[in-house]
């Protein structure tokens, strides 16, 4: 069975930097790509980040390139999402998701609770 929960959302000040993580169930991270999306207030979900589980590439939506990270790690079955030089628009829920690859419609039908990020001064 597919679990996954994240942790680390909270308070951040713009330009400030917060690491997420998604600690997952088994051998997960072996057959799926792990995925990081977020939901803001009155906007639909939207892919952010996404590591794939056959070649270990990473993907990025343009608005969070060269500010965002992500990387596994198969000993602790955790997936960390590195943001820095955080925005105001950076605001919402942020979900990890897995699914059969890096295409926003790979991922539907295993996701986390999700971890409120939320930048303001």
């Known amino acids: 069975q597919v679990q996954l929960v994240e942790s680390g959302g909270g308070l951040v000040q713009p330009g400030g930097s917060l690491r997420l993580s998604c600690a997952t169930s088994?051998?997960?991270?072996?057959?799926?790509?792990i995925g990081w999306f977020r939901q803001a207030p009155g906007k639909e979900r939207e892919g952010v980040s996404c590591?794939?589980?056959?070649?270990?590439?990473?993907h990025y939506a343009e608005s969070v390139k060269g500010r965002f990270a992500i990387s596994r790690d198969n000993a602790k079955n955790t997936v960390y999402l590195q943001m820095n030089s955080l925005k105001p628009e950076d605001t919402a829920v942020y979900y990890c998701?897995?699914?059969?690859?890096?295409?926003?419609?790979?991922?539907?039908?295993?996701w986390g609770q999700g971890t409120q990020v939320t930048v303001s001064s």
């Open positions: 590591i794939s589980s056959s070649d270990r590439s990473t």
């Open positions: 998701a897995a699914g059969w690859g890096c295409y926003w419609s790979d991922f539907s039908d295993f």
């Open positions: 088994g051998s997960t991270l072996v057959h799926y790509s």
